[in-house]
């Protein structure tokens, strides 16, 4: 039985390791085939949702739509790397509490040390609006966790 644990615990610190690889790569294009590679993303997934028509008849979000996906893929990497972490450290049998903050911090050094490495990376520069939205990001899953962490253990209690 604790073989198999401590499998799942290092499956679990892969994926952590494997997220932040996949954010830094995200962040090792350059900035002019970042941004064609969302606008081919972002114009692909409104055609998909047959919003071509909605888009068309706004102007400021047609105009700023590549930059709104932009941000809202920072949100959602970091919800997902902040997901992972408190996952990988509950099964390390931390409590609530320290996993949420390990996992907060865990996070927000990403994301710190990611805007630093873009500043290295031809076309891309740093903005410290962006770590806000990747700590948003990770806020938000950790108080998920903690939510659904909380809901587990009311039903447990029910029974």
Same mark, same amino acid.
């Given at each position: 039985?604790?073989?198999?644990?401590?499998?799942?615990?290092?499956?679990?610190?892969?994926?952590?390791?494997?997220?932040?690889?996949?954010?830094?790569?995200?962040?090792?294009?350059?900035?002019?085939?970042?941004?064609?590679?969302?606008?081919?993303?972002?114009?692909?997934?409104?055609?998909?949702?047959?919003?071509?028509?909605? &888009?068309? !008849?706004?102007?400021?979000?047609?105009?700023?739509?590549?930059?709104?996906?932009?941000?809202?893929?920072?949100?959602?990497?970091?919800?997902?790397?902040?997901?992972?972490?408190?996952?990988?450290?509950?099964?390390?049998? +931390?409590?609530?509490? !320290?996993?949420?903050?390990?996992?907060?911090?865990?996070?927000? +050094?990403?994301?710190?040390?990611?805007?630093?490495?873009?500043?290295?990376?031809?076309?891309?520069?740093?903005?410290?609006?962006?770590? &806000?939205?990747?700590?948003?990001?990770?806020?938000?899953?950790?108080?998920?966790?903690?939510?659904?962490?909380?809901?587990?253990?009311?039903?447990?209690?029910?029974?």
């Amino acid at each position: 039985m604790k073989k198999s644990r401590n499998v799942s615990v290092y499956a679990a610190w892969i994926a952590v390791i494997a997220m932040i690889i996949i954010i830094l790569g995200f962040s090792s294009q350059n900035g002019g085939d970042s941004v064609s590679a969302s606008e081919r993303i972002v114009d692909r997934i409104i055609s998909f949702l047959n919003l071509d028509n909605f &888009f068309a !008849k706004n102007e400021v979000l047609m105009e700023n739509r590549n930059y709104i996906f932009r941000k809202t893929m920072h949100f959602t990497e970091y919800f997902i790397l902040a997901m992972l972490a408190f996952n990988v450290l509950r099964f390390a049998s +931390l409590s609530k509490t !320290k996993s949420s903050i390990l996992a907060m911090l865990i996070t927000c +050094l990403t994301a710190v040390a990611d805007e630093l490495y873009q500043m290295t990376v031809p076309g891309r520069n740093s903005q410290i609006l962006d770590v &806000f939205i990747d700590t948003a990001g990770a806020l938000a899953a950790v108080l998920t966790c903690l939510l659904v962490f909380r809901k587990k253990m009311d039903k447990r209690t029910d029974v």
